[in-house]
């Protein structure tokens, strides 16, 4: 059985993946269900972009739901505080996330144009507002969250809805949205042509700037005007999890010290930049496949730097840093985690190449004659 110590960090390393393979998955069916309502401009164009994504946003949800599984088997701890602390937030997205199923089943029952446009805007809702709230919550860790454990251990969150709305938070949420926005217009650009195509790629560039901008000014902030976290000590690793067995310390600047401790890490910040860059010289120069290559290694590294930022914190507390949870104590018992890593050595390979299959199988153009000559069988 491997170690303990070990299987905690694998556990950290494969949340990271499961939350990158989330985003480069179902993060381009919110982009263009977040594009729907701009890019296409007549029926027949949404119902163009709706089947670029109609075959596959369901399968991609897969992705989400393992990584909400892996956190709730593998992180009971950060599982039972996040959703206690984010429960409105978690709900609204949830709720949003809800309309989209929904859309896709209804859009088409009817021809009436009133109707149509109503789903396509819930399609809009479904997936620009979750994919704000995962950047706020992202905003709200780096910031810490307002939460202690009691005498009993039990997680108390003493904060509110609203002040998870501060302009850090939103600042994130713009990083996360125009993220999905930039991955979801270059995918399309692959699977159209024509008008869509350059309205795509006109989005490409807009998404794409506003990443990079907003990624830069975030990364300033953290450097300046965030305060950080440090264990300065802790139980052994081999000890049974204890949020409470560690001291804390708080410093300005020190979500950075990861990066002067192990020099490598640097390359995800510069490959946040240099995917967006390259995302947006393809996008402008109509190579639609590289472009997208490119905004998947941008969304890998910014998802990257916020958890290397962090490490070996999960969930940092601004109220009590002592109860702060980190990657050592924040874990399953070494068994869970155990025997969910061989499941996710047998199930992770079928995963990806059932994936593969159905992309390869359902891969090419679609135009409006393609819906035309398919109107009763497809979106």
Known sequence: MLDYEVLKFIWWLLLGVLLIGFA???????????LLPFVGRSDAERRVMLNVMGPHWDG????????????????????AASFSGFYIAVLAALWTLFLRPVAFEYRSKRTDLRWRSLWDWSLFAGSA??????????????QGVPFHYDTYLRPLYTGSFWELLNPFALLAGVISLS???????????????????????????LAGSVMLLAFALAGVWVATGINGYVVTSSAPA???????????????????????????????????FLGGLLGILF???????????????????????????????VMPSSTDPRSSLTVWDGTSS??????????????????????????????????????????????
């Open 283 to 313: 996008a402008a120069r109509r190579r639609p496949g590289l472009a997208t290559l490119s905004s998947v290694t941008a969304l890998a590294g910014i998802i990257g730097t916020a958890g290397v930022s962090m490490f070996p914190f």
């Open 129 to 142: 507002v979750p994919a704000l709230i995962f950047g706020v919550a992202f905003g709200n860790l780096l």
């Open 334 to 379: 070494h068994m869970t985690l155990a025997i969910m890593f061989w499941v996710t050595v047998v199930f992770m390979p079928l995963i990806l190449a059932y994936t593969t299959w159905a992309y390869r199988v359902m891969w090419g153009k679609v135009t409006e004659r393609f819906i035309h000559s398919h109107d009763h069988t497809v979106y």
């Open 60 to 79: 991609n949800q897969v992705w989400f739901i393992t990584a909400g599984g892996a956190l709730f088997a593998a992180w009971p701890a950060v599982y």
């Open 24 to 34: 480069a998955t179902d993060g381009y069916d919110m982009g263009i269900g977040t």
């Open 238 to 272: 081999w000890a049974v999890p204890n949020p409470m067995a560690k001291t804390v310390a708080v410093e300005t600047g020190a979500w950075l010290r990861n990066y002067a401790a192990y020099p490598s890490t640097v390359l995800l910040p510069v490959a946040a």
């Open 179 to 205: 993220m999905l926005v930039f991955h979801g217009a270059n995918y399309l650009m692959i699977r159209t042509e024509g008008i869509i195509f350059e309205r795509a790629r006109q989005a490409s560039l």
